[in-house]
């Protein structure tokens, strides 16, 4: 990459080298680095870095005992290389207007380091067309010097699919088992990662009945060992094409009242229950090493029914802590009226990321989208929410593209 990319290359081996000395001044500077599993897959747990290469009491492992990949200090290069309004474009995940190139997306990825856009049925016409979409960001990124976005797609299968001539050819309750998930997820990764996307918006984890109505038939099944089968099989298939999978809607909507894309959903769902029940499916893909999870959009008694799960430092602390999830955080998207009916699309942006946001989902308005980024920079600025917070976010977000080959 040229620009700050090859600046930051230039002196990256001077930081490592001075880390000795930073120590012996008592100043620990700390990163996220990504693991890989046995076979040197990416998985979806960070582990805090110091540049030196010391990783907590066993140097240079990560979880589990496995040897942690390299770069911590290149990714904190990149990060402390950034400006303020850098780091937080760099945690937006925007949908977009518009399908082709003229669509203003195109020209916002040329000022702003995006972390990533969306690319959905409204934008897409053909296969064809979906590549030229899909390879523009990192065209833009390369010419600029800056991080390439991930351009990602909600693409579930059947009716859920945004690009309907594409796989997943059937919808998640409509598959026979998990053999069969794994087959069509296959499918799936292969034709988006050939399109140039780099990930889905998928799977949904959640356990539900095909006529849930938060769900429906996104859910592969109401039983909850067999969702933890399916997203082993989903993970696998996306992590071996070397596809981000963004897996939903932690921590379950299967029992909510209805769909937060439409409107409020409550889950009365005592905690011990979702604990026991709905939770199941995530920790098997955590296991299974998936990078990224979306949070959900549903109203938890652990929040009183008031709080959107996306925005709850409850809920999300239940996934870091309890859970041991390291990867990437996703807020569902904060256009839906399930977070809409209660707060602005800006408020939500701040507070999703002061929750333990990594990536903030925001499907549009571009106007909304425009004051949620101004919003966000004018609380970091203000200190509501802290740079350390930010850093943080934007940290992990660094260390999942360099796993998954964003980063070179």
Known sequence: MRGRLSQIASWQFALVAAATTV???????????????????????????????????????????????????????????????????????????????????????????????????????????????????????EREGTVAPWV?????????????????????????????????????????????????LAPTLDVGAPDAPAVGDRSFSDDPRDVADYARAFVDAFRAARLLSVGGHFPGLGSGTADTRYGLSQVATPLEDLRTRDMVPFRAAIRAGIPAIMMSNGLYETDDFVTPGSLSPTLVGLLRRELGFRGLIVTDDLADPGVTALTDIPVAAVEAVRAGADLVYLSGPPAEQDAAFDALVGAVRRGTVTRARLREAVLRNLSVKRNYGLID
């Open 23 to 141: 120590v012996a001044m008592g100043i620990v500077a700390l990163a996220l680095g990504l693991g890989a599993d046995e076979e040197g897959l990416p998985d979806g747990s960070v582990t805090v870095v110091a540049p030196t290469g010391e990783t907590g009491a066993r140097a240079g492992r990560g979880p589990g005992g496995r040897a942690a990949t390299p770069g911590g200090a290149e990714v904190a290069a990149i990060a402390d290389g950034m400006s303020v309004d850098e780091q937080v474009a760099q945690v937006l995940l925007l949908g977009f207007r518009g399908t082709d190139l003229t669509a203003p997306v195109f020209a916002q990825l040329g000022e702003r380091p995006l972390g990533g856009i969306v690319v959905d049925s409204a934008n897409y016409e053909s296969a064809d067309q979906l590549a030229a979409l899909a390879g523009e960001p990192a065209v833009i990124a």
């Open 152 to 200: 990602l797609a909600p693409q579930e299968g059947g009716a859920n699919n945004a690009f309907a001539d594409l796989p997943p050819a059937s919808a998640a309750a409509d598959l026979p088992s998990a053999s069969a998930a794994f087959a069509e997820a296959e499918a799936a990764a292969a034709a988006l990662g050939g399109a140039g996307l780099t990930g889905a």
